[in-house]
């Protein structure tokens, strides 16, 4: 923390023109660090960046690391949206996952940040889990629906199985099952209809609100607005050049603002890319408009051909924004469900 603070601290002086709108403490579990580090570290970021008025202010919490004592002292010290990672409200489901808490712990989680005022509360669950039938999933998000109040904002994950890691190990190995493909597209798409019923418009491929409760720090990625990344491993965008800390605990602890890897300043066609496939991750889409503000040439020579072939298969559609009447092409249902093979067709 000594040295996260000391990175926060010599890293302003480049971030003078920036306006902070938001701040997010997340990767890992920043619950378990003492609140009074928290009030610390977000004194500093107060002292030394210009900080929106309104900004949101996101910590991740997992249940069984917090108590009502310490929500109250995240709340006193500013932060104004909590990110709680439940994933499933089955205990034996949380165990598979090596997850160190209960339901019951949840809700008392859950229940003591409504109590020490926060008004702006987002949920992580997870389908596709080894041993997760439909009806277990749909258990679990009635259980987050019928919460008093119900969260502001969900983000509902299905489980990738990742090289290099243990489930993946198991699974290679015949010793964990996932739920099959189509069980896996069922919770998908019964995911997106009980959300829909209950009032959460889905603005992202895998995130869900209440009007006026999107994320704003993670549509600021999508949107490819700059963001410091600080803390060990954490990425940055600037200038659009992309950088990241080390990994190393030892070499962060040794030298936490010099410590910067993988710096990759992107071409023009890289920003294309990524303007494109994380703009199209939002159900909003992207702006033809903002695209040639930002490249100096209209979208159709660049993607023309790639766009009308996805429109012809009913992957894209090209619609008019009700608020200010502008232009937009996003993915329709059926791009959304294949966003991935919809996606690298942008890749130049």
């Not at 004194?43 to 004592?69: H, M, W």
């Not at 992107?266 to 903002?290: H, I, K, N, W, Y």
Request: aromatic share 10%; hydrophobic share 35%; glycine share 8%.
């Amino acid at each position: 923390m000594e040295a996260l603070i000391l990175e926060t601290k010599e890293r302003a002086e480049a971030c003078r023109e920036y306006l902070v709108t938001s701040v997010f403490l997340g990767g890992g579990t920043p619950s378990v660090v003492e609140s009074v580090q928290i009030e610390e570290l977000l004194g500093v970021v107060k002292e030394y960046y210009r900080l929106a008025p309104d900004a949101e202010l996101t910590i991740e919490v997992n249940p069984g690391t917090v108590d009502k004592e310490k929500l109250a002292h995240f709340r006193g010290a500013g932060l104004t949206r909590l990110s709680i990672g439940l994933q499933s409200a089955n205990d034996e489901e949380l165990r598979v996952l090596g997850r160190i808490h209960t339901w019951q712990q949840f809700l008392e989680t859950y229940q003591g940040a409504r109590e020490v005022g926060f008004t702006n509360i987002n949920v992580d669950v997870m389908s596709a889990l080894p041993g997760q039938s439909l009806d277990s999933y749909l258990a679990t998000l009635k259980k987050v629906l019928s919460l008093t109040p119900p969260p502001e904002h969900i983000s509902a994950y299905s489980l990738i199985l990742e090289e290099g890691t243990p489930f993946f190990e198991m699974a290679e190995a015949g010793r964990l099952e996932p739920p099959d493909e189509d069980t896996d597209r069922a919770m998908y798409h019964e995911t997106k209809r009980l959300l829909a019923l209950a009032g959460y418009e889905r603005y992202e491929i895998s995130n869900y609100a209440k009007e006026g409760f999107a994320c704003r720090h993670n549509c600021g990625y999508w949107r490819r607005r700059d963001y410091l990344g600080m803390g060990l491993g954490a990425a940055s965008l600037i200038n659009n050049t992309r950088f990241k800390n080390t990994c190393n605990t030892e070499r962060y602890l040794e030298d936490p603002t010099g410590c910067r890897e993988d710096v990759e300043k992107l071409s023009r066609e890289e920003q294309m890319e990524e303007f494109m496939f994380l703009g199209l991750r939002l159900t909003e889409g992207v702006d033809p408009a903002e695209f040639a503000h930002c490249f100096g040439c209209r979208l159709e020579n660049i993607y023309g051909g790639v766009i009308e072939k996805n429109i012809r298969k009913g992957l894209l559609y090209r619609y008019q924004r009700k608020e200010d009447g502008g232009d937009r092409l996003a993915l329709t249902d059926l791009g959304l469900d294949v966003s991935n093979y919809v996606m690298g067709q942008f890749l130049l």
